[in-house]
């Protein structure tokens, strides 16, 4: 079992205030600046509220599609991507997707199960900041060792993520000397 504490947001620079509200439900405010809603409660109100000014962010749970927000990514501007076990990848994938194929430059955030196994290949497939609870984890980053390989196989969404002693793509493509 592992050791929980209170959350804590963490971002390659360190550790940051969360400037975001988290809605579980159906939102009670009239103006939505800087919340993140659920993905039913922001489809109920994407239309109706897509020219008011404010930052909008939506949660997706493994389960739930991607495509539905794609026509929305213009006017978000934070993805919450749901790790709710050590073991359900695929929010990784969706990640991925976001950076890659519809060139979302908004903040995608991991929530759930962050554990510091995972840190590095979350950084590689385009997440910008980890929403961290676990004890061990927390402790690592507050160390500044966020773990990883500096090589890998494939290239990552996002070249920052990429050590800077790394190759530029793959370690396999690199000539051997």
Excluded: C
């Excluded at 209170?6 to 103006?31: C, H, K, N, S, Y």
């Excluded at 076990?85 to 908004?106: Q, V």
């Excluded at 979350?122 to 980890?130: C, K, Q, V, Y």
Aim: charged share 25%; no cysteine; net charge negative.
């Amino acid at each position: 079992m592992s050791e929980e504490t209170a959350t804590r947001l963490w971002t390659q620079a360190g550790f940051i205030d969360d400037v975001w509200t988290r809605i579980d439900g159906e939102p009670e405010v009239d103006a939505f600046d800087n919340v993140i809603l659920p993905l039913a409660a922001f489809l109920d109100h994407a239309e109706a509220r897509r020219n008011e000014p404010g930052r909008l962010g939506v949660h997706l749970e493994p389960g739930e599609s991607l495509d539905v927000i794609v026509p929305h990514l213009d006017r978000l501007s934070l993805v919450s991507l749901g790790f709710p076990a050590y073991s359900d990848g695929r929010s990784f994938s969706k990640a991925e997707l976001l950076r890659s194929r519809h060139g979302f430059k908004g903040i995608v955030r991991a929530q759930g199960d962050v554990l510091i196994d995972l840190v590095a290949h979350m950084l590689r497939t385009g997440f910008d900041e980890l929403e961290v609870r676990n004890g061990p984890t927390l402790a690592r980053l507050e160390a500044g060792l966020p773990g990883g390989l500096a090589v890998h196989y494939q290239p990552a969404a996002k070249a920052a993520a990429r050590p800077a002693a790394a190759p530029a793509y793959a370690w396999r493509r690199v000539p051997a000397s």
